[in-house]
């Protein structure tokens, strides 16, 4: 039941209605069952995935809290990370780790037949079980209670707007919230119905249209030349971040139709002057994830120890790494977080001798120049690092590489061709450039608002009505509605490209 369907909208409405009819000591159980149904409509069986995830957590929660024996407390923290993380990696590497390990053992003349497990890959696996481990690991350091009614608890790692892809949600955040009274209220109601908007506009309007023209390139490498593969990098950056930035939001707002709310998961990413900016304003809370639960106590063990710096690099590189593997079984994403890794690093050694650079040629940094020039810069290179994303194999990339570096022109036949690979015309040219600026008022409108989410749309006061307020959600709507048509009747409405994660 994927968010961009009529079916979810239906099923939104009606558990809206139930949640706001039902007392509030019963709406745990609204939302659990709705949360269960919501995923279980992908494929029911799987639902038992989530289930021993669940109770597994829930129960070493409990013996953590109530045991003084460290080695008590390290074995049910083991306990939890060995059964979510075995089922993880079963599920979504097992015939990634057989078919290289394989491989590596035919190098030595061993002949060995490559064997594939036809698994399903549970939707939103790699989001609830990071979710459910940072919960245990909470716990195991003192930082968080553990949760002692089971309901809130599974409904904390089934919740149904953020279940499948996020915002992967902290336990001192969310279950507190799933627990307070929540009385309707009419502004959080708008507000969430403003944010699922943008989030429609987002998914239908700018990542779907753009990836029909990055399809077309990805799907005909070898009629591509370099500007055509260059053009579906940057449209892929865009189409990539709406895609998910718009998941996120429809998942904001549904929560906050219902009073509660989730963590800010994207914060203007391509305003970014760097590459550690960048990081901290893309999915965030995978991000602080990484961050908090690898990263740090990886740097905390290399204190006190020869050449830190060093290893703190090395950690930021494998953190990454770890990262790209997150996204998927495939040297591609390994290829990615470690390219994203060097970057980081690169952006930490130069970071300093950039600045005395500024300060001894009497370089104004905040120049509009310069800050269009550092932040054009992060979007090419994201856009570069987007083709390990997008590429579905190594052989893919490396082919696309091989274009790109050598077909090269500059003629009108050139860029004809190039527009052809990418399937622009002159109505297609327009339809992009609307959609980038349909984007750039998003942000330009964000970075003033006071609420935390980014907004093309107006916030409407309850006692107030304004005739150019409502317009702008009518056009929005209108819009939206249309883009979907056309991608139904063309066949390229798509689902959320996290939902594989």
Known sequence: MSFNSLKFLIFLVVVLILYYIIPNKFRWILLLVASYYFYMSWNASLIV???????????????????????????????????????????????????????????????????????????????????????????YRGEYKA???????????????????????????????????????????????????VGFFRKCVIADVCGVYVNNVFNNIGDSNTLSIFLAGLLFAIEIYNDFAGYSDIATGCARMMGIKLTKNFDRPFLSQSFN?????????????????????????????????????????????????????????????LFNGILMVIDQLTKKPIQNFYKKHNLNRNAKVLVFLRRFLIIVVMSFSGYFFRSNSIEQFFELMGRFFTSFGFSIEYFKSSFNSLGLNLT?????????????LIYNFGQFKKEEEETILPNIKVKTFNVLQYSCY????????????????????????????
């Open 49 to 139: 995935l989530i289930l021993i995830t669940t109770i597994t957590s829930y129960l070493s929660g409990i013996f953590i809290e109530r045991t003084d024996n460290k080695n008590k407390k390290i074995f049910w923290l083991v306990f939890a990370l060995v059964v979510s993380l075995g089922i993880l990696i079963f599920f979504k590497y097992i015939n990634f780790i057989l078919s290289n390990v394989i491989g590596f053992l035919n190098l030595f003349s061993l002949n060995l037949d490559s064997i594939f497990l036809d698994l399903i890959l549970p939707v939103g696996i790699s989001f609830y079980t990071f979710q459910t481990l940072s919960y245990v690991i909470d716990v």
């Open 147 to 197: 949760e002692k009614h089971f309901g809130y608890f599974a409904l904390f790692v089934s919740f149904f707007p953020q279940l499948v892809a996020g915002p992967i949600e902290r336990a001192d955040n969310l279950i507190p919230q799933l627990k307070d009274s929540h009385i309707f209220n009419m502004d959080d109601f708008l507000a969430g119905f403003r944010i699922i908007l």
């Open 277 to 337: 900016e960048m990081w901290s304003r893309w999915h965030i809370t995978l991000n602080n994830w990484f961050r908090d639960y690898i990263y740090l106590p990886l740097n905390y063990k290399a204190m006190g120890k020869k050449h830190v710096k060093f290893r703190v690099y090395i950690n930021l590189v494998f953190v990454f790494i770890i990262s790209g593997l997150w996204h998927g079984a495939s040297w591609t994403y390994v290829l990615w977080g």
């Open 428 to 440: 297609g040219f327009i339809q992009i450039a609307l959609t980038i600026a349909s984007m750039i």
């Open 474 to 501: 009518v056009y929005t709507f209108v819009i939206i509605a249309l883009s979907w048509i056309m991608l139904i009747k063309t066949n390229d409405i798509s689902s959320f490209a996290y939902f594989q994660f």
